[in-house]
């Protein structure tokens, strides 16, 4: 098995730390997530449809997640204030529900206003160092990538190995996006670390 060896430069907003391009994915998100992402009307999106995406926010949520509901009506919130503002980030739900039934009931019952999909059908993306990778586990997660895979900011601390609260690292995005189009993550480089990702780590 081969271990790919990676360099992690991260700024810090706030107390959520930021890590950009880590892991290094091997495709666009685009392309990783053409066909497996619909939007609010159950649409299936298409690699070319969501190529029109500078900026992809992932939020992980269940159902059954007590914490999850105040964090759902900030991010619709956060989502309607955004989506006039016309900026080029795609906010996506990944629905952790056990079945895919709650999953649909929880749809309905949030009525989301953006893309969503089902956990299960990402999970081999995970094995690839894709996009679905940057959800170190539990709910609710926020995690923010560039098109082209790089992370801009994860509730995953890369550096002490342990995640910020869902709030704070919500708060570190919505900052992050205020400033587009003139965000820029290489302003406030904070320190780069080196690491070894085997495939083996990327399933647990």
Same mark, same amino acid.
């Given at each position: 098995?081969?271990?790919l060896h990676? $360099?992690?430069?991260?700024i ?7 890590a ?10 685009? /392309?990783?997530?053409?066909? +497996?992402i619909?939007?609010? /009307?159950? /649409?299936?999106?298409s690699?070319?449809?969501? !190529? ?7 939020y ?7 914490a ?5 009506? @900030? $991010?619709?919130?956060?989502? &309607? ?10 906010? $996506?739900? $990944?629905?952790?529900?056990?079945? *895919? ?8 019952? &949030? ?7 089902? =956990? ?13 990778w940057y959800w ?9 990538? +560039? *098109?082209d !895979? ?9 550096k002490t @190995?342990?995640?910020?609260?869902? !709030?704070?690292?919500l708060?570190?995005i919505? @900052? =992050?996006?205020?400033?587009?189009? &003139?965000?820029d ?8 670390k ?6 083996? @780590?990327? /399933?647990?």
């Amino acid at each position: 098995m081969k271990t790919l060896h990676l $360099i992690l430069p991260l700024i810090v907003l706030g107390s959520t730390v930021i890590a950009i391009g880590s892991p290094i994915p091997s495709e666009p998100i685009p /392309k990783q997530l053409g066909g +497996k992402i619909v939007d609010s /009307k159950g /649409k299936t999106l298409s690699e070319t449809d969501l !190529g029109t995406y500078d900026y992809f926010l992932f939020y992980v949520s269940a159902d059954f997640c007590a914490a999850c509901k105040p964090m759902t009506r @900030e $991010i619709i919130d956060f989502y &309607n204030r955004t989506a006039q503002k016309k900026v080029k980030v795609a906010f $996506i739900l $990944i629905g952790r529900d056990l079945e *895919k039934e709650s999953h649909t009931e929880y749809l309905k019952k &949030n009525e989301f206003p953006f893309f969503t999909s089902y =956990w299960k059908d990402l999970v081999p993306l995970r094995t690839h160092f894709r996009a679905f990778w940057y959800w170190r586990g539990g709910t609710p997660y926020f995690y923010l990538l +560039k *098109k082209d !895979g790089s992370c801009i900011l994860s509730q995953y601390d890369w550096k002490t @190995e342990k995640a910020a609260s869902p !709030g704070e690292t919500l708060n570190s995005i919505k @900052e =992050w996006i205020s400033r587009l189009p &003139n965000a820029d993550c290489r302003s406030t480089l904070h320190y780069e670390k080196s690491m070894a990702i085997s495939g083996a @780590e990327a /399933k647990k």
